[in-house]
């Protein structure tokens, strides 16, 4: 018992303790937050006159500036108020001057109006004049002034006239003379300029062998291997006894080289028999298809023509197995080709189209279409077909005269065509018929009533029939030559064109004694 006043006391001893520490820290936290506030106070303080002394001098920086830029705008308006009284002032003199001129304008008019006036009257009085003086020599002459002038009109135009055909006959004559001049001049550069060589082709060709044995196999047993090569060609093939060579003959180039390719693989591969032939020829039927379409577009690139047809690029090529008296029929379209192309060059005229004609002026003759019709109406039907120009259509079907030239191009083409065909060596014919076809031109023209003569001249390109002009009138004779004409142009094969000239004159012969 005695124990518990002292844990009492004890007690009672602690708590004082913490009271008496509580009180001391409470008075120290409350020293220590006076002395934060404080500084805090002293701090905001310094803070704000900080901020106010910035922002008095950001107020003072606007106010600089704002001072700066109105002073800046008073003076552009100062200038523009300057440079609009100085424009008013400007408008004003100028204002003041037109006054001053219109003032002068107007007393110049009325000066003028006074001329004028003065003017009238005076042109009142010599028209009064005038009129006398016509009066007067009208009396003389007992000639109105209508009669007088229409007189002296007729008189003039009466020696214009003169003058005028003098002139003309002048200029004709000249013209002429130095058209003769430039045209020989222009054809013989032209055929100077183009060198083309002279080949002649034939309608045989020789196949050269090795040696005599291949002709057995060719010929194969019984013939069959020479037949069934004849039939799936369509050439004569000759094995006779020229060493070392067989002939294959025919009038079609294209089937004779085919032929020619085929034999050369059938002896290469050895194998000759019905079978291998036909396989080998309808090969090398192909192959020369696909060349002839090859040297078309060769021949269009090397021309500088493009924009051709397919058809008409396959025509071309076809040219090269074709001949016309002997002379290629390539060759000869790329030599007209080159005539026009120099020719309208010459001429001032467009070379490309030119050109383009010349080298299409014979496709009609390796055409298959229409045979019956002239080559140069076909070429220009395809020609037409495939879109050609119409200049070049028209030179095509024109350059024999078979329809009218409408295009200065067609007698280029005509003349290039001619010049081509007429260099020596290019064509050639054979004695024996060419001297027929003269005589049966010749007689053919006898046969008609009032022909006294002919005469086939120039290798058959112009024939002369001479009439009587007891028997024949002038109309006769121009019937006789259109009937001639067309009965040449009808019934006779010939190169080119020929030209039929009826003479019909009239002699009076007498004798001195």
């Known amino acids: 018992m005695a124990t518990l006043p002292v844990l009492a006391t004890f007690a009672g001893a602690l708590l004082i303790g913490g009271l008496l520490s509580f009180f001391i820290m409470n008075s120290l936290t409350k020293k220590k937050r006076r002395k934060i506030v404080q500084d805090a106070e002293v701090e905001g ?5 900080e901020k106010m002394f910035h922002a008095k001098e950001k107020f003072q920086e606007l106010k600089v500036e704002h001072e700066r830029t109105i002073n800046e705008r008073n003076s552009k308006v100062a200038q523009a108020e300057h440079r609009i009284q100085q424009k008013e002032t400007s408008l004003n003199q100028r204002m003041e001057e037109v006054s001053r001129k219109k003032n002068e304008l107007e007393v110049q008019r009325e000066n003028l109006m006074q001329q004028m006036e003065a003017v009238k009257v005076r042109m009142e009085d010599l028209e009064r004049v005038r009129r006398q003086h016509i009066e007067r020599l009208e009396n003389i002459a007992n000639l109105s002034a209508t009669e007088a002038r ?18 003309i006959n002048e200029m004709v004559d000249e013209a002429k003379m130095t058209a003769g001049k430039e045209a020989k001049r222009i054809v013989l550069q032209t055929i100077q300029r183009v060198a083309t060589e002279a080949a002649i082709e034939n309608s045989v060709t020789v196949f050269h062998i090795d040696s005599d044995e291949v002709k057995g196999r060719i010929i194969g047993r019984e013939g069959r291997n020479i037949r069934a090569l004849e039939a799936a060609t369509g ?7 020229t060493p070392e060579a067989i002939l294959i003959s025919g009038f079609d180039p294209v089937r004779r080289e085919i032929a020619r390719l085929s034999l050369h693989q059938l002896v290469i591969d050895g194998r000759i028999h019905p079978a291998r032939i036909e396989e080998v020829v309808a090969k090398v039927t192909k192959q020369v298809d696909e060349e002839i379409i090859e040297t078309g577009k060769r021949t269009t690139i090397d021309m500088g023509l493009h924009g051709l047809h397919p058809e008409l690029v396959k025509l071309i090529g ?4 074709r001949s016309s008296y002997g002379q290629n029929l390539l060759q000869h379209s790329r030599e007209v080709a ?20 010349g080298l299409l002026h014979d496709i009609g003759k390796v055409s298959m279409e229409d045979p019956e019709q002239p080559h140069a109406i076909l070429g220009m039907y395809l020609a037409e077909k495939y879109k050609e120009k119409p200049e070049v259509c028209n030179a095509i079907g024109a350059h024999h005269e078979e329809v009218e030239m409408t295009s200065i191009i067609s007698p280029i083409v005509q003349v290039c065509d001619a010049i081509s065909g007429a260099r020596p060596g290019a064509r050639r014919e054979v004695v024996d018929s060419y001297i027929k076809r003269l005589k049966d031109m010749e007689d053919l023209a006898l046969s008609y009533p009032g022909v006294v003569k002919t ?3 120039q290798a058959g390109r112009e024939l002369r029939v001479i009439v009587g002009s007891e028997k024949v009138s002038d109309h006769e004779a ?10 040449i142009q009808d019934e006779m094969t010939y190169p080119g064109q020929v030209k039929i000239t009826v003479i019909r004159e009239t002699r009076a012969v007498n004798y001195a004694k």
């Open 150 to 167: 229409n007189m002296i009109m007729e008189s003039m135009k009466d020696e214009a006239k003169t003058q005028a055909l003098s002139y």
């Open 318 to 321: 076809s040219m090269r197995y």
């Open 338 to 357: 080159n005539l026009c192309s120099i020719m309208a060059s010459e001429l001032g005229l467009n070379a490309k189209l030119a050109k383009r004609a």
């Open 455 to 457: 005469y086939a001249i």
């Open 235 to 241: 050439m004569e093939i000759v094995v006779d006894d």
């Open 478 to 487: 121009e019937k006789i030559s259109m009937e001639v004409a067309k009965r």
């Open 45 to 49: 303080e310094l803070v704000k006159k």
